[in-house]
């Protein structure tokens, strides 16, 4: 097909299979890694009779993208080509020395969204760290930043917040793919393992993922379209609140709301509050799982008009603002593993936020705050961007 942009994984099978030639290859990959005519990559280096592979490497919601968010997943033999399917979401994040001694390098083809706690990042910057305790070489099979490169919006992670949803002090959008962010987790932060990056053919950092002409495939089951991941990065705080974020719904992070939300009341409040890009609607809905299964919730869905100006971040924050504005003895924050511990700090990739939501303050007040960590952050990326 005549597309404008290619992925890694043609232009390693046209231009680059030296690189893996004859080597025993490990592949972390999930049902995102095709090719542009829509093979799967696992399928078409098991086939080349100028590759070995040995293994392959699953991330969370599994190598085939069937399984849902958060659950643990196991080991077993894939039924297709009969290699060995290591789980890196479940007893193990990361590949052990036990599941890499038969591999020479290990391959990476995931498709992101864009956004720092999606966790196909933290499994990808652990693998590399994996590979360079081995010495084994590390290739990344790029594809385009669905949100566009050149945008970047939010804090940046704090160092005693580091988990599996934020592992690199980067923004929650950081406007750069999965190459990219490989080349900068390498150099700036000091994995220095043996890393090729394969780059996406044609595209440029202002295209969003439409632009390209590639097939969407959805990156996990609540990742459904552009629109979702256009919204992700800052609806996904919502996770953090108990409110649903529309999972179980056909619209997940677009629309937002619980039982005890007057939707009408929240839609007024966000339209007042003139956000750029972005339209809100009165809606209720019922989720089929996830919070508030099967009752009725009221709220909101985001309609995203002009994705260009549009703030999503900010976004997320603004709507959170809103709901304790005015539901405040309904809304909660959202413990995590103590009573100490908040799930939404995990996301944000700090305390700030939620205490300053908590202290009232505006949300572009909050914005202001970290614009001096995020200009020089935009500073130290340029040396690690691949593509104009």
Known sequence: MNRPVEFGIDQLLRDKIDIIEGKRIGLVTNHTGITSSLC??????????????TSLFGPEHGIRGDVQDGS?????????????????????YRPTPDMLRDIDALVFDIQDV????????????????????????????????PING?????????ENYQSFVGERPIPIRYGMTMGELATMFNEWFGINCELSVIRAEGWRRDMWYDDTGLPWVAPSPNMPTLQTATVYPGTCLIEGINVSEGRGTTRPFEMIGAPWIDGFRLCDRMVKWGLPGVAFRTIRFTPMFGKYAKEVCGGVQLHVYDRNSYRTVLTGLTLIKAIMDLFRDKMEFRRGKTDKDYSFDLLAGTDEIRKGLVENRDPEEIAKDWEGDLKEFLSNRKRYLLYP
């Open 150 to 158: 050149l945008t970047v919006e939010g804090n940046l992670l704090r």
């Open 72 to 92: 643990s997943i196991g080991s077993f033999t894939d039924s297709r080509t009969g290699v060995p399917v290591y789980s890196l979401y479940g007893e193990h």
């Open 40 to 53: 799967s990559t696992v399928d078409v280096l098991h086939c080349h009779p100028k590759i070995r592979l």
């Open 114 to 145: 864009g956004a720092r706690f999606y966790t196909y990042i933290a499994t990808m910057n652990r693998c590399m760290k994996a590979a360079a305790e081995l010495d084994l070489g590390f290739i990344v099979l790029d594809r385009p930043n």
